[in-house]
């Protein structure tokens, strides 16, 4: 045969094999999953634990796959309590435990004989649970389990779960052991001075960083769940006395009652839980910085930190938090504030430049010097484009090269930067593509633009520019007046949990969510928008050592 | 359509932007070319008059606390009356706001869009208006609390960059055309400050209703400084005899002002500035129009209707064949019959409401008196 089809192939055509697969459409939906078992025909779903140690068994071994599923981990074994045997099995997930920790904490204190287990006591024998809890596992974290719910909770979670035979109840070991990331320095909100720590994946670590740092028992951490598949931990962080009631409720209102299947990450849940979420403007702070979070927190505010996220939320945002570094609190108010300006005018400057550009070109002449406006009509003389494709070409340019330097692997990262200043710089303006005044424009634009310090405002603004773009092209200056008119309408009739978007700039009380950063000694109080419970974050004199 | 509660800066920042358009546009040179080298008499005149107007309406509102011109019509007449008061409002905000955008945008033509008909620029000054008022009156008085301040100081700088070409001189005759034309018919010049008209609607707006008296003292008190400053300035920088074609007096002080050498067409950012405030003023007063709609019918959504008044805007302010006939309408027509409606109309109605009042509660004593 394989002969036959050899010669064939040299000899003859030979239509190609194609794998004709489709993936067929669904007439019916499947149970969540099948537990038809062919030996036990467990068919019902069990919620409660069952005194049956076999029918657990047999119970999780279908709910798991653990025929197919290699990394579930059962291990069955005959624990001796008050000198008695009784069957038991352990269940874990491979990977996510400590080893070491089951065996010498779990399993050794249960099977091997010892005095402890061995004693004989009447008492001791009418509770085997109560026995195994007080006295045969030396564990620090063990709960009892009563519902499969909870244990299918806990064994996805890392930790291990014991059954007896004839207890109702099942024991939940925390003996986490999976390997998890480091805590590092953050990659995307880089600063000079300040903590150089960033929050990672685990919630608990995260959860424990905000506890170091905030050193206060007043510091509140309510878990939840969200996402009826993946059952993702979120804790609600806030400090009691500080943060506003309603809004402590109103956040934990928004994230308990999602109807989702799953949540995988912070920004899943930003996109779910924001007040207008159709707009683009970002309306929650995300973060990697846990000093930022404390900060925020200390304000009156509540973060969300979502499991297998290294991004924490904070609750409202408003314009000026994306407008602000976690620098800015560290340094002197003049630096800060010098720093501050220089954002804003690289901020208007990235949202207007190529819309002004083209505005005045087309239409506002003598806004520009003669000599300035004859040098850019020079520059313009071979290039066959009108301006308004000629800027919009070299700024989707500017938006490729961003979003390749974005996912290219960073080995080639280089490369990028290369074939963009080359490339599309210097042979744009050889070939009279373009002019070199538009490559400066276009450049500033994107220097500009790299000053914004929020990665989701940054996004808003790049939509902007370009419709100012169109804007500034169809009617110059008046394009331009109508479109700040709407995009100011706009940010002023969006809300973030209750506080309005651009509220801070009416503000002039010293809180740290003002434009101008005040003084150290004179932020005497919170931000007011938020309506604390404590309003004053230090006394009218800071200084003590000042006072006479 | 979005209908909350303003604060007081916004309320004063919402008066004050739309008395601010009129001295952007041509009023400055309306008055001087009515009333001569006197014309900086005569605004001082009119605002002493406007402020005798505040302090009548302020006073008469007392005794109706939140309720605004609509409300006391309904008290005084029934529904009929509000219908009928609320409709006169929605005619004199729709041919004011229709000729000042006429006016505004055959001036953005001539300077710079000589190529594109009026109705391109129309476009967009209605247009943006439209799409802000369905974000309601908080958002387009939060924008007009950023606005004001910038563009009250534009005007400044505008007003006070001339200062070198001042010349004192004309600001004689004293009275220039005449007493008659300086205090008698210049009277007509209070509609400089027709923007009065909408103090009367907006106490049932406010948040602390007790900050009216405030709210409208404050708005005349920096609408009737920029004006008298605006009419000085024209005043002493161009002689009362020319008459210019165009249409921004404002524009017109940019033109002979000098920012130095390093600073070219600065009149071309003032009149970015000017057009943020004109579409402030026209998104304020497409929401009245739109507030008092709701106020005399049974209509809960606006949406449509926000449409249906910027159609009729761009109409009203498209129809006119060219800025004389608008000219026209607006001094011999439109003039006298906001003055009517504004300073002598709407005065009656509350003076009546208040004699009501006295009389309602009087009988009230007098019945509960017997009762006793």
Redesign the interface.
Known sequence: MDLLFYIKSIFSYLKNRIQNFEIPMCTEVPPPNNCNDSHNNISNELEKISKKCSKNLNYLKNKYRADICQDIMIRDFNLHSCNIQHHAFIIYIDGMIDSNLVNDFILSPLMIKNKSNTSYNKKELSSLADNIYDSLVPQNAIKKLYDFKDVFSSINMGDCVLFVDTLDVAFDFDVKGFKQRNIDAPHNEIIVRGSQEAFVENLRTNTSILRRLINNENLVIQDTIVGKFTKTSVAIGYIDGIANKSLISEVLRRVSSLDVDYITSSGQLEQLIQDSPKSIFPQVIATERPDKVINHLLDGRICIIVNGSPYVLVVPGVFVDFLSSPEDLNLKYQFANLQKLIRLLAITLALLLPGLYIAITN??Q????TELLFTIAASRESVPFPIFIEIFLMEASFELIREAGLRVPSPLGSTIGIVGALILGEAAVSASLVSPILIIIVAITGLCSFSIPDFSLNFTFRIYRFLYIILGYM????????????Q???M??LQSFGS?Y?NP??SRQRSISNFFVPPTWKREQKSDFLHPYKKNSQGKYSMLWRKK | MNISKIETAQAIALLSIVMANKIILNLPRSIISSTGSSAWLNVIYIVFLSFLFVFLVIKLLKKFPKMDILDISEYLGGKYLKAAVGIIFIVIFALTIGTVLCGYSETLKSIYFNQSPILYILLFLIGSACIANKFGIKAIAKVTTIITPIVFFSILIVLLTPIKSFVIQRFFPLLGYGFNETFLAGISNIFALSGLSYILLIPSLLKESESYKKVAIISLCISGFYLILSVCCTLLVFPFVLSPNENLSLYLLTKVSNYGELIHGVNTIFILLWIISVIAYISIGLFFMLYITQKISTIKSTILLNYCYSLILLVLSYVWKDYIQLNNFSEHTLKYMILAFVFVFNPFILILANIKKRFTRSQTTIASERNT
């Open positions: 239409y506002h003598e806004l520009l010097p009617a110059g200056f008046l394009g331009i007046a109508a479109g700040l008119f709407v100011m309408a706009i002023c009739n309005p651009i700039f009416a």
